[in-house]
């Protein structure tokens, strides 16, 4: 649990923003609703919160603990989460447009419906993570690992997927137009259920169909 009492921690986010909050022990914490926007909260543990409609837009959220929170329609615009730890955690209708999470670890978080529009995730582990029906329109996906992930309905509009890991990542109704796939590894994918308009394949050439 968190080292702060409840009275502590009410106290703290109510204090005028943005508040600098690195390194702070804030685990398994209650912080539904919270006003946490353009905070600091680089290197902090908030694994397994309660992160319910949170407001972290613009927040740093760099190197930050949150593997098994919940992060449900947690507005995260903007937010800096390069490196951060979000494995297992529950970001079900998240709002991540252009959120930076270059080097973030997302192992088998829940990403279905998600914002993820224009976020800057290169190399990234969403290793079995569940992005179905996400929006990841024109993200930038270079090198991520999406290995087993499930990217069914999603959208992959115009994504750079330069040199990522697709290896048996499901892609059924996925809408891939215009995307990168240059140097991508599709091992035991099945596209043909995907929309494949000016996708660039792996070898680098254009699809036309």
Request: with cysteine; charged share 20%; hydrophobic share 45%.
């Amino acid at each position: 649990m968190s080292n702060l009492t409840k009275y502590q921690i009410y106290d703290l986010l109510n204090r005028p923003k943005p508040l600098w909050l690195v390194k702070i022990d804030l685990s398994e914490t209650n912080l539904w609703m919270a006003d946490l926007s353009e905070c600091n909260l680089g290197w902090a543990d908030i694994s397994r919160s309660d992160l319910s409609w949170v407001n972290l837009i613009k927040a740093n959220l760099s190197n930050a603990d949150l593997t098994q929170a919940n992060l449900y329609e947690g507005h995260l615009a903007l937010a800096n989460l390069t490196e951060a730890d979000l494995t297992r955690a529950n970001l079900t209708r998240a709002n991540l447009d252009r959120a930076i999470m270059n080097g973030a670890t997302l192992v088998e978080a829940n990403l279905s419906r998600a914002i993820l529009s224009r976020a800057s995730m290169s190399k990234a582990n969403l290793s079995g993570a569940i992005l179905s029906r996400a929006d990841l329109g024109k993200a930038d996906l270079i090198g991520a690992n999406l290995n087993g992930a499930n990217l069914n309905y999603t959208n992959l509009f115009e994504a750079n997927l330069f040199r990522a890991d697709l290896r048996g990542a499901s892609l059924e109704n996925a809408d891939l137009s215009g995307a990168n796939l240059t140097e991508a590894n599709l091992e035991n994918v099945d596209l043909s259920a995907a929309t494949m308009n000016d996708t660039i394949m792996p070898d680098g050439h254009k699809n036309s169909s």
